[in-house]
Structures are given as structure tokens and as C-alpha cells.
């Protein structure tokens, strides 16, 4: 089970930090990733984290802004977003690969519910 949390209405320029908490057996995933979907767009790839050793990918539209986290410990994953834009508007969803450290959504086995981030200009 996937549950994010952080999401909110923030003005062009803020920041905001998101978290994904995970239970069950997705610790034990590979790799765990952000997506995010606006209204009217197909899901897109936001940034993943191989769960072994913390290596991060970025989409280009977030890189050099974004970064992804994690704490084995607790088992969450972070989302830190800043330098925000309007475009970056969209319901933010983290997921779970069991086999894969890739951007590819279908390579993903286990979803959040999502988290509403709403960036006003």
C-alpha cells in the first residue's frame, strides 16, 4: 500500500514536499517513482529512485528543481518540488516497480491514490 501526503496550493515560485508512505511488501521494490497527471494529459514521468542505492532519474521538465528522496527506514518515499510552476499543476502519484529502476508507468506494480499539487501564477 502506497499513501502520499504534502500535496497543496502554493503561488508560482514555492515549494512543496510530498511523501509517500509504504506498507506491505513494496520495501521491497526495486525502484519507486513520481508521476503526475494534469487534467486532460496522459500520466507522465516525474522521477524515480533506485531503492538499493538512492540513484535518481529526472524528466527534464523537473531536473535541476525537483529531487527525490528516500528513508529505508521508514520506508517513505520524498518528493521536495521548488521553484514551482504553473505547469507543474497536476495530481502527483507515487508507485512501486517490484523488478524495474525505469520511467515507463506500465513497469510500475503498485500505485498511490495521488495527491493534488495546484500551482496559482
Known amino acids: 500500500q502506497l499513501v502520499e501526503s504534502g500535496g497543496g496550493l502554493v503561488q508560482a515560485g514555492g515549494s512543496l514536499r510530498l511523501s509517500c508512505a509504504a506498507s506491505?511488501?513494496?520495501?521491497?521494490?526495486?525502484?519507486m517513482g513520481w508521476f503526475r497527471q494534469a487534467p486532460g494529459k496522459e500520466r507522465e514521468f516525474v522521477a524515480a529512485?533506485?531503492?538499493?542505492?538512492?540513484?535518481?532519474i529526472y524528466a527534464g521538465s523537473v531536473k535541476g528543481r525537483f529531487t527525490i528522496s528516500r528513508d529505508n527506514a521508514k520506508n517513505t518515499l520524498y518528493l521536495q518540488m521548488n521553484s514551482l510552476k504553473p505547469e507543474d499543476t497536476a495530481v502527483y502519484y507515487c508507485?512501486?516497480?517490484?523488478?524495474?529502476?525505469?520511467?515507463?508507468?506500465?513497469?510500475?506494480?503498485?500505485w498511490g491514490q495521488g495527491t493534488q499539487v495546484t500551482v496559482s501564477s
Open positions: 508507485a512501486a516497480s517490484r523488478f524495474y529502476y525505469t520511467i515507463r508507468p506500465g513497469q510500475y506494480d503498485y
Open positions: 506491505g511488501r513494496t520495501f521491497t521494490s526495486t525502484a
Open positions: 529512485i533506485r531503492w538499493r542505492d538512492g540513484s535518481p
